[in-house]
């Protein structure tokens, strides 16, 4: 049974950090992509984040420069560090299990939620 669950969000001043996880089962993390997405209220699910098998990434404008996507397979598990956090930074984070070139999503998360706020 292919699951993917997503930890570590939480409320974060505007300029902190936090660090996600995803942490997969039921499958081989070294054969797949895994994408970060985000949904804020009223917002449509947006990539943040896809890093592939191979270790290529892609990263939405809106969060190059801040954060950070990295994986272990043997871990099963794929992290986002976000630094420097905006208010706008603020949704329900999710990981998805994607295609090895990080475009067709088959597998997500539950989501969890991050809030940046003073």
């Known amino acids: 049974q292919v699951q993917l669950e997503e930890s570590g969000g939480g409320l974060v001043h505007p300029g902190g950090s936090l660090r996600l996880s995803c942490a997969v089962s039921?499958?081989?993390?070294?054969?797949?992509?895994i994408g970060w997405f985000r949904q804020a209220p009223g917002n449509k699910r947006e990539l943040v984040s896809c890093?592939?098998?191979?270790?290529?990434?892609q990263y939405a404008d809106s969060v190059k420069g801040r954060f950070t996507v990295s994986r272990h397979n043997a871990k099963r598990t794929v992290w986002l560090q976000m630094s420097s956090v905006k208010v706008d930074d603020t949704a329900v984070y999710y990981c998805g299990r994607s295609s090895p070139d990080c475009e067709t999503y088959d597998h997500w998360g539950q989501g969890t939620q991050v809030t940046v706020s003073s």
């Open positions: 039921g499958f081989t993390l070294d054969y797949y992509a």
């Open positions: 890093i592939s098998n191979n270790g290529n990434i």
